[in-house]
């Protein structure tokens, strides 16, 4: 269940914290930990109503410090519905897929681009890769980078990222 916590906090923060006017690497100050944030935010309703199906909501108000690979609702409008009806259904994939967005540790965007990959709170990896002045987990892009929250740094990105099957 701390894995489980932490993840979820990474999430919520970076989904929430985020102003989606603002360029990657912008850098935004703390203002509240990854729940406050994400609350405010109000572009991250799916990724929160996922982590309430999921049971993982009292995790957020955990410490960290956390780094949370946030999926917007858009992003979340490019996952297959039948996809996404599977998860909604299966408590522990859900679980598993929202602490693939979760890295223990507060890496920074000066700190993703230095690596090839990452070790999720679900267990399993994440790639990281740079192509021009795009950063890229696995598929999905980020579009926001360095959305601090007190516990924690949210990295926005264009799509829901899915574990490798186990």
């Not at 985020?18 to 850098?27: D, K, Q």
Request: hydrophobic letters at 50%.
């Amino acid at each position: 269940m701390k894995k489980t916590a932490l993840l979820l906090v990474i999430v919520v923060a970076a989904l929430a914290a985020a102003p989606l006017g603002s360029t990657a690497g912008s850098g935004t100050r703390a203002n509240g930990d990854i729940v406050a944030t994400a609350t405010s935010a109000g572009k991250f309703t799916t990724l929160t109503k996922l982590l309430k199906r999921a049971g993982l909501v009292s995790a957020l108000k955990q410490p960290g410090p956390y780094t949370v690979f946030a999926p917007t609702d858009a992003a979340f409008k490019k996952v297959p519905k039948k996809t996404l009806k599977a998860l909604l259904t299966n408590k522990a994939k859900l679980k598993a897929v929202l602490l693939y967005h979760v890295v223990a540790g507060k890496v920074t965007a000066a700190d993703v681009v230095k690596l090839r990959s990452a070790k999720t709170l679900n267990g399993t990896k994440v790639r990281i890769r740079v192509s021009g002045s795009n950063v890229f987990v696995n598929t999905a892009r980020v579009v926001k980078a360095d959305v601090m929250a007190t516990n924690g740094v949210i990295h926005v990105v264009n799509r829901v990222l899915i574990p490798p099957a186990r």
